[in-house]
């Protein structure tokens, strides 16, 4: 079967620098891989029920070749279930692998809707209200009492730190009602003074962070968004920072993301925001990476040959686990703990898939798969360290 690999983007992001630099990575990607790839903006599908079937057409003409897998950048905050959620709804129920789902956008596409995902999972979060309907904000001036002074006010659907205010009273909270728009929803949460001014982005790609970056306002203000004025720099991230990210992103089901955290006096993080359609040029500036490249790649691990490939590694690596268990064919090292777990939990952060990638395309053909004991002293090598084996074996996989 051809693998084939779509983009999908909006035209009004179409040329911002993250989808153009996944457009190349992709394209890249696809010819070294011999790989069909396709790039398509969102208003040129056309959705099709024909004799009770799903089906496509571009261009007035009836598409015959579906993708296995279709990378997904689309306006975050400008998303409509009745559009661009529908398309996307479409493409997944023909059997397309969506990075990301259309759910796990959906669940980022409203600042609430997200930390209503994120409660009752112990995720620590700031305390948090908003309200129904367009015109109920005068309301929540009384309703918000409970959080206290200076108080954050989001729009719901703000992006790239707009619509962020920070209420000193209730005066203020009155006068931001008589300025602010109504058309979207907000939100009021409890202010975090000793995170004010900073905030640290988390960027993941398949359950993994790829790196983290410290971004500081210039000006004083709350936000530190780049976009605004503020500046980033790579820093390192404690085990509970990126368990705490990890978790935010299997929650809410996103293969590529942005976790910004809040981080308190005690060192310990909250969770402010989830970005599903994250941005990182400033990322890729201060961290040194290539985001589009390592989204790449994953996209084209999630193709069907290579999750066969990658499962038919992990029966090996389960076979011979197995048949390591007998004492006279895996000894088990001395000095408590084998090599197993070490290989395993030390992978490098910034790793990628193209660095595994060759080494998938082309697995041992030496990898010994022993049925009985006996036939460990015709190993050809007198030096054979099972446990060796299995590491590299393991170390593939989670790479």
Avoid at 34 to 47: C, G, K, P, T, W
Avoid at 116 to 123: C, N, P, R
Avoid at 159 to 168: C, P
Avoid at 347 to 359: A, F, I, K, R
Wanted: with cysteine; hydrophobic share 35%; proline share 6%.
């Amino acid at each position: 079967m051809c693998s084939r690999v779509w983009f999908v983007t909006d035209r009004r992001i179409s040329q911002e620098y993250p989808q153009v630099q996944i457009l190349r990575a992709l394209k890249e990607r696809c010819a070294d891989e011999d790989v069909e790839f396709r790039s398509l903006l969102m208003d040129q599908i056309v959705l099709t029920i024909s004799e009770g079937q799903l089906g496509l057409r571009v261009e007035q003409e009836l598409v015959t070749s579906y993708p296995q897998v279709v990378v997904v950048r689309v306006p975050t905050p400008w998303v409509q279930s009745d559009s661009d959620i529908t398309v996307l709804r479409h493409l997944e129920k023909m059997g397309c692998r969506l990075i990301n789902r259309p759910q796990a956008i959906l669940n980022c596409v409203n600042k609430f809707w997200t930390f209503q995902e994120l409660a009752g999972h112990g995720v620590p979060l700031p305390d948090t209200f908003s309200y129904g309907g367009h015109d109920n904000f005068r309301k929540m001036i009384d309703e918000a009492e409970p959080l206290g002074y200076p108080v954050v006010v989001k729009n719901a659907r703000g992006h790239r730190g707009k619509a962020v205010f920070l209420a000193r009273d209730k005066h203020h909270l009155t006068d931001l009602c008589h300025l602010i728009r109504h058309d979207t929803p907000y939100l009021f949460q409890e202010y975090i003074k000793e995170s004010h001014g900073r905030d640290v982005r988390v960027v993941l790609v398949g359950g993994r962070v790829i790196g983290s970056m410290l971004r500081c306002s210039t000006d004083g203000r709350m936000q530190s968004n780049c976009s605004l004025g503020g500046v980033g720099m790579m820093c390192p991230l404690s085990e509970q920072g990126k368990q705490l990210a990890i978790e935010v992103s299997n929650i809410l089901g996103m293969d590529v993301c942005g976790i910004d955290l809040l981080q308190l006096n005690d060192g310990s993080f909250v969770v402010c925001e989830a970005n599903a359609n994250v941005g990182f040029i400033a990322f890729d500036q201060a961290c040194g990476m290539d985001v589009a490249g390592i989204v790449a790649d994953y996209a084209l691990s999630m193709l069907p040959s290579r999750l066969t490939r990658k499962m038919s590694l992990l029966s090996v690596v389960s076979s011979t686990s197995e048949t390591s268990s007998e004492p006279e064919v895996c000894p088990v090292p001395t000095g408590g703990g084998g090599s197993l777990p070490e290989a395993v939990c030390n992978m490098s952060v910034g790793s990628t898939s193209s660095e595994s990638d060759p080494e998938l395309a082309e697995p041992s053909q030496s990898s010994p798969r022993q049925s009985t004991a006996p036939a460990l002293p015709d190993l050809p090598d007198p030096a054979y360290n099972f446990n060796t084996l299995l590491a590299n074996e393991m170390k593939l996989l989670t790479e």
